[in-house]
């Protein structure tokens, strides 16, 4: 069975930092993608970051460009998301899932292209 868990979150004074950990079981990291979404209140789920199988692609949502990174360790079976120099607006519950596609290196951000979640983290970026 697949599961993810995520964990890191909490709170944060605005230019400060967090490093979200994105647990997987039941499957090897490295053979599937994974993305990182985040929901504030009242608002859609939106992609914020994703890597491919294979070691290969990253693409991040513009917003967070520059100042988030993701990365994965593969013997620890993680999934990571660095996230530096944050804002009020990076405020929200924080999500990593499993991609459907098996293609090799394929990474997008459409939700409806995932299919396994984690409970979630609450990121808040508040002085």
């Known amino acids: 069975q697949l599961q993810l868990v995520e964990s890191g979150g909490g709170l944060v004074q605005p230019g400060g930092s967090l490093r979200l950990s994105c647990a997987a079981s039941?499957?090897?990291?490295?053979?599937?993608?994974i993305g990182w979404f985040r929901q504030a209140p009242g608002k859609e789920r939106e992609g914020v970051s994703c890597i491919s199988s294979g070691g290969g692609a990253t693409h991040y949502v513009d917003s967070v460009k520059g100042r988030f990174t993701i990365s994965r360790d593969n013997a620890k079976n993680t999934v990571y998301l660095q996230m530096s120099n944050l804002e009020p607006e990076d405020t929200g519950v924080y999500y990593c899932a499993v991609l459907r596609s098996r293609v090799v290196g394929l990474c997008v951000l459409a939700r409806n292209e995932y299919y396994v979640w984690g409970q979630g983290t609450q990121v808040t970026v508040s002085s």
């Open positions: 039941g499957f090897t990291v490295d053979f599937l993608g």
